[in-house]
């Protein structure tokens, strides 16, 4: 949750600039060449995450109640968020390419084994 909010914090002033994922790896988390290579304590992502465990404990602090404003606030915001990111997906040039290549589908597929051993691990993992 905290790496997420800082990502979200990061998004508004586009703070990156052309490489989100190689900055947000590299900079911000300083990720390590591997496990035996252990790295230091990222000071922003440890803010973040007391930023968060505070807000986790205030809201449950209240009980119930508060979390039913937490939800009442929090959901329609999800669904208003999706509807902004839906609205400028489609605007995105190439977008209409992009849904009718997903909403075309190719039967010949049907008929190769590797779908159908990707569906079932899909349906293992769900």
Same mark, same amino acid.
């Given at each position: ?8 914090? /990061? ?11 190689? /900055? ?57 968020? /999706? ?44």
């Amino acid at each position: 949750m905290a790496w997420c909010f800082v990502y979200m914090i /990061f998004a508004i002033d586009l703070r990156w600039g052309t490489t989100a994922e190689s /900055f947000f790896l590299e900079t911000f988390l300083g990720v390590t060449s591997g496990l035996l290579s252990i790295g230091r304590i990222r000071i922003p992502a440890l803010l973040a995450l007391i930023i968060m465990w505070i807000c986790i404990f205030l809201i449950l602090y209240k009980g119930i109640s508060c979390i039913g404003k937490v939800v009442l606030i929090s959901v329609p915001a999800a669904w208003i968020l /999706f509807l902004i990111l839906a609205i400028r997906g489609v605007t995105l040039p190439g977008a209409m390419t992009g849904i009718n290549y997903y909403l075309t589908p190719d039967f010949s597929r049907l008929l190769d084994v590797n779908v159908w051993l990707a569906a079932y691990g899909q349906v293992f993992f769900s």
